[in-house]
């Protein structure tokens, strides 16, 4: 793929996502309205704007992120348009204001560079925390941000502007801070990390001092799952840890550690905690808890089983049926309505996307920037991970935005800038 | 740092390929279970709005048919033109709150096969008709109302079979309820409304209730004797007043509460024809639990019989009888232990009229095609031999001076030999079950019935089986007959 070949896909996704948005409409029993033209729009200017402004600050990014991204936004966004219209108003904005602030990213990094990121380690772990710990603040106290509990997880904030209020997952920022800190923390201090081992039989262990750090993050992520009961936040930070700290030194040991400590906290987890349980059983078996835990999963299963291989088309399948559709379960959504042919071109496009990632990450020749185009690569193939597969009950159901389809505006603004950083990371080391 | 980056990426795709196989097995291998389950609604709601086959009885009455929504010239509206009349035997099929009898057992011969499933494409690549197919049924309609009129007002069942071939004449419950009223939005409230009526029209008292068979059980019993040796109709047995029940002081009467004849002795056909407990009770004992059971299988009891729906089985349940002769002697006039459904009684009558074959009851016909070819088309079928061809005729015999003489006077039918069998049971006192199984004509049997009403029907705790299922019996009888003559 050329450069030149970007704006052709980019136009070819809006294309798609306006051609979708179009069947529902017919599907509705209505003629085409003025949503084809703002689907069109929205998606052709948010993905293409993030492209212009990769001629403008990051030329030498690599061609082949943004196109499979664009589509896999379109899909989501016909979905979300067809099961809630008015959502899918709100969407649009996120969408053009997450290109924005990708935009703005690309801009920054662009004057200050990349490395820039390294100076403020120590705040931005700071910033990391105090944003996880956000959604603990008061429901009902005085302050402009308020603490939201949904759907029995508390993950949202309330920000009141007076004029306009605001529903915000901080964690989905946090996340990216999160990576950037531990990138910057890593690349400095990778000797002491590898330096000594102790060796028990074939098994190298780190020293006990060096699993300090570990121990500390394991204990953070279960506080997130006790106080946020968050399963999916919990596991996903605990895991990008591992894996950068595993990368950064290459000794097996910290995953083996890390696999150890995921496994006494999950079964820990599992007798204490009733939600934890219903989830457990619910992936084993959904059928049996049909009336219950299992309902979502199961009418998920059901849907897409309905859709097989074509589908039914966009707006003529039931996918109401399923709880949350627009956010956790809209690849269930997509499978009844796209059919095999749609949820593969899906799964595609992330492998894609996926895999320019990990290009980016093998070919930095900077251990910053390596470390941080795998952390972010990991991140995103992760979360789509975890909720594809907690859909397909290859793993238990967490709930996880499915990144850039899932409805909600903090994950798509999170993505974005995800993104940003992995298209900078890879115009710096090109480059250099 | 590209070693371990790469083992990652490696492990996340082994990862992403194991969404892609669990896909494949949802969207593709699995598919069409997980599209057919019946917790998915998906398959009604898609069925909802679509054409679907006619279901007609032979006549051409249609009991089922899809006509154009005029609200959207796309979909399609299911009407049962018949309303409550078939409504145990048609059932619905809705959105809302599933399917029932025939459009459930043959929901896949009636759907239209134009929805793109795969399996559907694969056919259709094959030359496969989309159109979908349509059902034709064996109710007799005229008789099909006529016993539904017959039983307005009351709870109960008719059945009718066709004695030679198994083929179900009349299948009707009652009270009934209108299936349009289960399509469309109000769904949900009208079953709930038919599900909360004190008198359960929900309930299918024709072949998946059971009831106390009464005396009409005499016939087993009756068969099982001549059928054993141990008994034949002019056997002499003693004609006591009660008859005591072993190892215990309680007794059995008649229903009159006198003897059975003089006091003295009295003959199996006799105590048959005035359906005598004392003789009948004290029989069942000296034949045993084992002979009467393995007749009962015969005819059917104990055992799942084929149906496009689950039917009750009856029962008769001979090892715990073995032991425990009271009740069996209780059972052996058709209370206590031994519980039927009517399309058994009718099975009973159709095999004492068929020289005591067994057949296959049989509700659908044939399945044919929107150009009118047969696509499967029901023969009929033996599943058994309840008795030898003699002691059909002896029991035959038996049940004939039963209509001429005996209980069922009132099912007798001017210019036609009439067999049957009437039956009293009281479960709770007070409410008898009231019972009639026959069949005629006697020298060529074309209709084998059975007539249970609940509570005594209109005459309440004084009705009889001869009283008020016999009559209803053979009017009913009459006029399949006469017209079957006529036309």
């Known amino acids: 793929m050329t450069r030149d070949l970007q704006p052709t896909l980019i136009i070819g996704a809006a294309a798609l996502a306006a051609f979708g948005v179009s069947l529902v409409n017919f599907a509705a029993q209505e003629t085409v309205n003025a949503q084809v033209g703002l689907t069109f729009g929205t998606v052709l200017f948010a993905f293409g704007g993030v492209f212009v402004a990769t001629r403008r600050f990051a030329p030498e990014a690599v061609p082949h992120l943004l196109p499979p991204i664009a589509v896999i936004a379109g899909f989501g966004f016909v979905e979300i348009f067809r099961l809630n219209p008015y959502r899918a108003g709100l969407q649009r904005w996120w969408l053009l204001i997450g290109a924005g602030l990708a935009t703005v990213v690309l801009a920054w990094i662009s004057r200050n560079g990349l490395a820039a990121l390294r100076r403020y380690r120590n705040i931005q772990l700071l910033a990391a925390i105090g944003l996880l710990v956000l959604p603990m603040l008061p429901s009902d106290g005085p302050l402009p941000i308020r603490g939201l509990e949904v759907n029995g997880s508390r993950l949202w904030i309330e920000i009141d502007l007076y004029i306009v209020q605001l529903n915000f997952q901080p964690g989905e920022v946090a996340k990216l801070l999160f990576v950037i800190f531990l990138a910057s923390y890593l690349a400095d201090r990778q000797p002491a990390l590898t330096g000594a081992h102790r060796r028990i039989g074939r098994l190298t262990l780190p020293e006990p001092r060096q699993l300090g750090p570990l121990l500390l993050v394991w204990l953070g992520s279960l506080g997130i799952l006790v106080s946020q009961r968050d399963l999916g936040a919990s596991l996903l930070l605990f895991l990008v840890f591992v894996s950068m700290l595993y990368v950064a ?15 006494i906290g999950g079964v820990a987890s599992w007798q204490v905690f009733d939600h934890v349980q219903r ?36 707006g003529l399948g039931q996918p109401e049926l399923i709880p949350n559709a627009i956010t956790d379960f809209v690849f269930a959504a997509v499978g009844e309505e796209f059919g095999f042919a749609g949820t593969v071109a899906v799964l595609g496009c992330y492998a894609l996307a996926i895999a320019t990632g990990f290009g980016i990450a093998l070919r930095s020749r900077d251990r910053f920037n390596k470390l941080l185009a795998f952390g972010l690569t990991f991140v995103f193939a992760l979360q789509t991970f975890l909720i594809i597969g907690g859909v397909l009950r290859v793993v238990p159901l967490t709930g996880i935005a499915l990144p850039f389809m899932s409805y909600g505006g903090s994950a798509l603004v999170g993505n974005f800038m995800l993104i940003a950083l992995l ?5 710096e080391e090109a480059s250099r | 740092m590209n070693g371990p980056i790469r083992r990652m990426a490696s492990l996340l795709f082994l990862g992403f390929g194991v969404l892609l196989g669990a896909l494949t097995w949802f969207q593709v291998l699995g598919a069409d279970g997980y599209r057919s389950d019946p917790r998915n609604v998906r398959t009604a709601i898609n069925i909802s709005g679509k054409e679907r086959g006619l279901i007609v009885t032979g006549d051409g009455t249609v009991l089922a048919r899809s006509n154009p929504d005029p609200a959207d010239p796309q979909a399609y509206l299911r009407e049962y033109p018949e309303g409550p009349m078939f409504a145990h035997v048609v059932g619905y099929t809705s959105r809302l709150v599933g399917d029932s009898g025939l459009e459930s057992a043959y929901r896949d011969e009636l759907r239209s096969r134009r929805d793109l499933t795969i399996s559907d494409v694969i056919a259709a690549l094959f030359g496969r008709d989309l159109r979908p197919e349509n059902v034709l049924v064996t109710i007799d309609a005229d008789l099909q109302r006529a016993a539904a009129e017959a039983l307005e007002g009351n709870r109960g069942a008719v059945v009718a079979l066709d004695p030679s071939t198994g083929a179900v004449l009349a299948y009707v419950s009652s009270p009934s309820f209108d299936p349009n009223a289960f399509l469309g939005a109000p769904a949900v409230t009208n ?41 034949g109709p002019e056997t002499a047995f003693d004609d006591p007043v009660v008859y005591e029940l072993p190892g215990s002081t309680a007794t059995i009467g008649n229903a009159d509460g006198g003897p059975c004849g003089d006091g003295v002795s009295v003959t199996l056909q006799t105590a048959f024809v005035r359906s005598c407990n004392t003789v009948f009770a004290g029989l069942s004992v000296r034949i045993g639990a084992g002979a009467i059971g393995q007749t009962a299988t015969s005819f059917g009891f104990d055992r799942a019989i084929e149906f496009p729906w689950a039917l009750a089985e009856s029962r008769f349940p001979q090892s715990e009888l073995a032991d425990d002769p009271a009740a069996l002697a209780q059972s052996g006039i058709g209370e206590r232990d031994v519980r039927v459904t009517p399309l058994q009684m009718a099975m009973v009558a159709a095999a004492a009229a068929n020289e005591g074959e067994v057949l296959q009851p049989y509700i659908v016909s044939q399945v044919f095609d929107a150009d009118g070819n047969a696509r499967e088309v029901s023969e009929p079928r033996v599943i058994g031999r309840a008795m030898s061809p003699a002691t059909a005729v002896v029991l035959t015999q038996m049940m004939e001076r039963v209509v001429t003489s005996g209980t069922a006077q009132q099912a007798s039918i001017t210019g036609v030999r009439v067999a049957g069998k009437t039956g009293t049971a009281l479960p709770e006192p007070g409410q008898p079950d009231v019972w009639f199984i026959g069949f005629a004509p006697v020298d060529a049997p074309q ?7 609940e509570d005594g029907g209109p005459l309440g705790e004084s009705g009889t089986g001869g009283s008020v299922a016999a009559p209803i019996a053979g009017t009913l009888m009459e006029r399949y007959l006469i017209r079957g003559d006529s036309g």
């Open chain 2, 447 to 453: 209709i084998a019935i059975a007539v249970l009403l």
């Open chain 1, 279 to 314: 989830r457990v059983s619910a992936w084993l078996d959904p059928f049996a808890a049909f009336e219950d835990a299992g309902y979502q999963v199961a009418q998920g299963i059901f849907g897409m089983g309905t859709g097989s291989l074509s589908g039914s088309g966009p």
């Open chain 1, 423 to 427: 298209l900078a990371v890879s115009h």
């Open chain 2, 191 to 231: 079953r709930q409304a038919v599900l909360d009526d004190p008198a359960e029209p929900i309930r299918d008292r024709a072949g998946t209730e059971l009831f106390p068979p009464g005396s009409t059980f005499k016939t087993v019993v009756a068969a099982a004797a001549v059928e054993s040796g141990i008994a």
């Open chain 1, 249 to 263: 030194t290459g000794e097996g040991g910290y995953l083996v550690g890390g696999g150890v400590l995921i496994a």
